[in-house]
């Protein structure tokens, strides 16, 4: 799924990276926990959904190749965020609807999540 | 030249270049250029005869800590600024450089190569040194760490796309590089309690090390653990710090810090176990998968720690074939 | 017609861990977070709510915001003490090794939508 389509689907608004929204992710991941970003996030080409907009969030995902985030909820990053976001290259979007929502949304349009990505090999 | 390098722009390698780059390009650098490709041609020198005054002088207004001494253009000897202090704590201000420097002077030969002049610095930890002609014996330069670090900057540079990104600033890398002949270090020091900045260290160790030329999946385990080994050293420590060897066969990561210590390591390695405090798990932190991640990233893994005496915890990712 | 809790069950194939015989609370919609004051702000009464983490607070926090039941996603492992503590709070705690996105994906596919749908 391109992240355009994302956006369509969860009526999103672009914080940065809109040169790139060409951008394909292969599966997605949503939560807040950083160590469950780090553990179970083995692919490149990754969506991640999540609510946490520090710093952390993004040098976290930068570890793990990480691409595009999504933010949940209505959060917005902080110029900081979006500053280091930006020098990587990555891609963020944000959207209003919470996190069960997003997830829901997506999964109905076809995008699945690592485990099932793992699977189907 | 000086001694030590400034803001220096960084880059990035253009991530979508999935070509195969051998590991430790630096190195590979180190031993194909030479010593004359570093140094500087331009020196200042004193003469056997000059007195402790001129050397003072040169000294003061050149910002250096040593001269070259030449006699009729032959290398005889070195002055530096302990020589300088000697010939003062002795009372003798109007000596002459011949009766004060240094005559058996480390050197290097400008068809050297460059690996050489990196082992000598570390093992001897002189700031500069003079460069001789091999056929001639002639000095024709002088090399110091700032200089080599200079030419290796450049040539890297001509090898990979960059994009400059202004931010990622690289001179603290450079100020913490050691080498020995076949072994890169850096260094990252961890603050504790900085959650803000949790995972920021890593981040520049994974520039480094695909800037090194580390294939992407073997930098991707060993950064995605040494983010856990920070995160860890934030949550629980006053502070420590992360040292990335690039070896041989290799990247060696040992993760130290001064804090509590791990009571029972054992336990530590469960998924799901933490002993972090529960606002830790509110900022998304202390799950447990910490240690766990890091045993599933790494070939091999030790943690040395007792309670009371902190922790070093060490890793390695081997590197492909 | 409201989904209940042995629907969810049955259709994501899940593992009862705690509150055997409370599966016929109904759901009024779901939630998934993995941090407690979130849920603490946002989750809605009745709501089966989705999480990675599996402490024992996770059990008064439920409590609290009247969930009717806990999916425990990951494979993630309870300790006896979070087990016991759930059936005395009456919060039942259902198990799997799909990840929250996917369970999401599912419960949202049989209807269960989030709490604030029309945000």
Known sequence: MRIKEVIEILKGKVICGKDSLNTEVKMACGCDLMS???AFIKH??????TGLTTSQAIYIADAVNIKAICFVRGKQPVEETIALAKERGMILIAVDIPMYEACGRLYQRGLVGCSEYEHKG | MGGYIKEVSWGVPNMSTKAKVSPTKTQELAYEFKVKDAMTAEIISVSPKNTMDDVRKLLQNERISGLPVLDRGKLVGIISIDNFIDCIMSGRIDEIVENNMTTKVESLYSDEPLIHAISKFDKLGYGRFPVLEHETGKLVGVITKGDIIKCLLQKLEINYHMEEIQRYRASHIFEDIKSDKTTLTLNYKIKGGDYKHAGEQSGYLKVNLL??????PVARRVIVASCEAEMNIIIFSKGGEISARVEEDRIRVNAIDNGPGIEDIKKAMQPGFSTAPDWVREMGFGAGMGLPNIENCADEMKIDSKPGEGTNLEFSVFMER | ?????????????LEIKAGHD??????TGGFVSDILSSVLTHAESGNIWVTYQRHLNIVPIAGAKEISGIIVVSGRQLDKETLEKADEEQIPILGTSMDAFQVVGKLYRMGIRGSDENV
Request: hydrophobic share 45%; no cysteine; charged share 25%.
């Open chain 1, 36 to 38: 469950h970003v780090l």
């Open chain 1, 44 to 49: 490149d080409n990754t969506l991640l959904l």
């Open chain 2, 211 to 216: 800037r090194l030329g580390i294939s992407p």
């Open chain 3, 1 to 13: 017609m409201k989904m209940k809790l042995t629907d969810i069950v049955t259709n994501l194939d």
């Open chain 3, 22 to 27: 409370l599966l016929d609370r109904e759901v």
